[in-house]
């Protein structure tokens, strides 16, 4: 299966920290990446990781691959307003080619104040 | 360096109508996507490309049709608008040694 999943919402308040998960179902994925969408505007990469990492950290953002239960997660540090956007989990299979992404369906963040 | 361009930015078409969106990219990426982006089922692959003059089908291909005639450009045509094809269009570039794509800032597409 090809499979990417997310649920469709999360709210957290600002200065808390996001954790938004991401499972998917085809062990043989090799890159996985979290995308960010704000309001009327394309997709911004944020990070990603190959799959013989465990975890990514860059700034405020932590990546935490768990390739036994396939869950890959998205931490946000010290939440603010600006994050508020849809966060996409995509991943890229070996048996497709041209580094085809599979999208999972996105996760709305909305940080309140 | 403008990235990823698309053209145009809206457009809203009456069913059976014809249409063509640009991409256009000047980063001289050998790559090039288009995705559809539907509320609640994330990004679709309609079609790509993996160098001039060549494309293939991705996931949904039906009702489009693309040409790859300059390294820079990928077309993406709608030969007869249906109301499913109302949608949020993007396109994306990588190169062949990148794992990371680029996006441009989408078109939104009406049928009615």
């Known amino acids: 299966g090809e499979d990417v999943e997310q649920s469709l919402f999360l709210s957290v308040r600002e200065g808390d920290s996001s954790v938004i998960n991401c499972t998917y179902t085809?062990?043989?994925?090799?890159?996985l990446y979290w995308y960010k969408q704000e309001p009327g505007a394309g997709l911004q990469l944020l990070t990603y990781?190959?799959?013989?990492?465990d975890m990514k950290q860059d700034q405020r953002l932590t990546v935490l691959l768990n390739k036994k239960d396939k869950h890959l997660s998205l931490r946000i540090a010290d939440t603010q307003t600006g994050d508020s956007a849809i966060y996409f989990c995509a991943e890229i299979l070996p048996t497709r080619s041209a580094r085809q992404l599979t999208f999972g369906s996105g996760t709305q963040l909305t940080v309140l104040p | 360096n403008a990235g990823v361009t698309q053209t145009p930015k809206f457009r809203v078409l009456k069913t059976g109508q014809s249409m063509t969106l640009l991409c256009a990219q000047d980063?001289?990426?050998?790559?090039m996507y288009w995705y559809r982006q539907d509320p609640g089922m994330g990004l679709r692959l309609i079609h790509y490309?993996?160098?001039?003059?060549?494309?293939a089908k991705g996931e949904v291909p039906d009702g489009y049709n693309v040409s790859r005639l300059k390294k820079q450009n990928f077309l993406l045509g709608l030969e007869s608008a249906a109301p499913s094809q109302t949608s949020v269009y993007f396109c994306?570039?990588?190169?062949?040694?990148?794992?990371?794509?680029?996006f441009g800032p989408g078109t939104r597409l009406t049928v009615t």
């Open positions: 490309s993996v160098g001039e003059g060549t494309t």
């Open positions: 994306a570039s990588t190169t062949g040694h990148s794992y990371e794509q680029y």
């Open positions: 990781i190959f799959s013989n990492m």
């Open positions: 980063m001289n990426h050998e790559y």
């Open positions: 085809d062990s043989s994925s090799t890159y």
